[in-house]
Nanobody, 127 residues
Framework: QVQLVESGGGLVQAGASLRLSCAASGFPFSQFAMGWFRQAPGKEREFIAAIKWSGDSTKYADSVKDRFTISKDNAGNMVYLQMNALKPEDTSVYYC????????????????????WGQGTQVTVSS
């Protein structure tokens, strides 16, 4: 079955960088878009970044544009989120999700387009 395992979170100071990883298995990874979302306690799941199945298109939330970069390694079944210039408001649990549709022609950003969320990885940014 589909399995996603996030890692790489931690406690950092404002301005630092982290790279989150998501290991995928159980499905033809190269044919599905992937997304990163975050969810703080009491808040809805928030779109952060997504990458098209082919890897040639990405989308970002305005709040992280120019600071975060999503990438996809189809050979290794991995998706990454490089996070630079972290801010205290980036503190959250980060999740990766797999697109529900194979080879979607556009890059989805709605969390309802994704499924099989991992357990999440905590990112805490201190000021």
């Amino acid at each position: 079955q589909v399995q996603l395992v996030e890692s790489g979170g931690g406690l950092v100071q404002a301005g630092a960088s982290l790279r989150l990883s998501c290991a995928a298995s159980g499905f033809p990874f190269s044919q599905f878009a992937m997304g990163w979302f975050r969810q703080a306690p009491g808040k809805e799941r928030e779109f952060i970044a997504a990458i098209k199945w082919s890897g040639d298109s990405t989308k970002y939330a305005d709040s992280v544009k120019d600071r975060f970069t999503i990438s996809k390694d189809n050979a290794g079944n991995m998706v990454y989120l490089q996070m630079n210039a972290l801010k205290p408001e980036d503190t959250s649990v980060y999740y990766c999700g797999a697109d529900r549709q194979r080879r979607r022609s556009w890059t989805p950003t709605d969390h309802r387009s994704f499924h099989s969320w991992g357990q999440g990885t905590q990112v805490t940014v201190s000021s």
